[in-house]
């Protein structure tokens, strides 16, 4: 069972943090981590356009956006964790960041990210 002291967890937050920062300053060295994702940023950020067509990207709360950004670069490209765990794990961080609305604007986001792409739960 998750636990906040989780390192899993933690490790997840920190990611999620400086995804969100780096959205203002983009011209910041990116840690490891994070280069990892932002390398892939367009084709995640074309996955959540499919996954949320009624929510263009730039109009993606930026807490969500980086929670959603994290998910998808593990649901698509870091697959060591199942899908279940990483869209249990981001609507838990949309509890914990986001507005009321977050966990289930991330968890239909994620799910039908997952419909897309036939990834197995």
């Known amino acids: 069972m998750k636990t906040s002291k989780d390192p899993r967890h933690i ?3 920190k ?3 400086e995804l969100f ?15 990892a994702i932002i390398s ?8 959540i356009a499919k996954s949320a067509p009624d929510w263009p990207i730039n109009q993606i709360n930026k807490i969500d956006l980086a929670i959603l950004r994290l998910a998808v670069f593990e649901l698509t ?38 419909e ?4 197995s739960t």
């Open 11 to 13: 490790k997840r937050i």
């Open 15 to 17: 990611l999620m943090q």
């Open 21 to 35: 920062s780096w959205q203002f300053a983009k011209s910041k060295k990116a840690p490891r981590d994070l280069s």
């Open 40 to 47: 892939h940023l367009s084709s995640i950020d074309k996955l």
């Open 77 to 114: 490209m870091n697959e060591d964790t199942p899908p279940k765990v990483v869209i249990d794990e981001a609507v838990e961080l949309g509890k914990e960041f986001g507005a009321d609305s977050s966990p289930g604007f991330i968890n239909g986001a994620l799910g039908k990210l997952v």
């Open 116 to 119: 897309i792409k036939k990834i």
